[in-house]
């Protein structure tokens, strides 16, 4: 499964979790509070470790239930069976509703602006309908949280593979390209049993640190000033099932509130001391690129007031969309700190 995620670790988790592995014996408990994708979580979950997944944005706890806690198809008894909840969502009655009007080729933006040419019309109005039937089955009590999970997880990924963007959802191409002009299709996933057991939840590294009870800890922060919560505002409303006001030409929902500290260069040295600061496990890693928010001398500074570091690298290239990167490769950096 491919995610297209700033900071997206797909490619680095044998990497990752090989240094980790190093230090601890699978069947540990290791917390993910940044999680993302999931990728990671997963990773280390395949691996025999027990995964805390957390993050402060809504989209990656349903990425992070459905590929953690999801061990098996889920029943979907009201809908017959797993291959019958994706029939179900492929052939969904299109509605020309939120997704239609504000992120649609045809709409009529509430604001007055230009259609946003974010979705063909007909992929706009399938999303619409598929969200109007996930509301009304959840509200019906006729599936867990677990399945609804599940669907938000699909309508996400089918979302994304005709989503009219450059890499993220920050603006919409010009021109609907051929990718967005295919009709949106519910693909199956693989379902991974996993031994350990696992837990989702949502909240920012601020709110969580001083909670997390593990044996270490894998801290995956932003690293650049691109903020998550903005650059995939389509997919927190997908997660969150809500129709905010579409702010702009972008139509962005409103995203300050969620913004994260490690994105501002400002910020982000205190961002990682206040965490730091609260978790009180036997090990953290890090994964920081070299050429992050903070300077590598001051993290390692930061880093080392808080017990023995260890750093491992590991050139990488990275995920660009609009980033300036000089040569396409980076550092890719895991700090292990041995905490006093
Ligand atoms: C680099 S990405 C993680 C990528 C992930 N490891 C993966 O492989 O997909 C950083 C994540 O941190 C989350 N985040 C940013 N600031 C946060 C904070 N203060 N607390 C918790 N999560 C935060 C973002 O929402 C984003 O999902």
Redesign the pocket.
Known sequence: MS?R??????RLTDWIVGEIANVLPSGSTIA?????????SLALARAGYSVSA????TF?VVHAKTRLLAKQPPEFRELGSYDMALNWMNSAKPIEGYFFNEFGEAGRPANGRGPRLYFSAENAAHIDGVRHNIRELNASGAINELEHSVLLHHLMLATNRVANISGTYGYFLRKLSKTALRPISFEPIQFEKTLGNHTVLQ????E?ASLLKADAVYL????TKRQ??GNYHILETLAKEDEPVAVGDGGLRPWKEQA????YRRNAAM?FRQTLEQLNVPHVFI?YSQDGQVEEEQLLSILRDYGKVTLHEQPYTRFRSNDRVKNGTVLERIYHIETF
Not at 32 to 40: E, H, I
């Open positions: 995610f995620y700033l900071g997206n670790k797909t993910d509070p940044m999680c993302g994708t999931a990728s990671v957390a993050d402060a944005l990656p909240g920012s590294i601020e969580n995956d922060p932003p690293y998550y919560a994260s500290n490690f994105c961002a994964s």
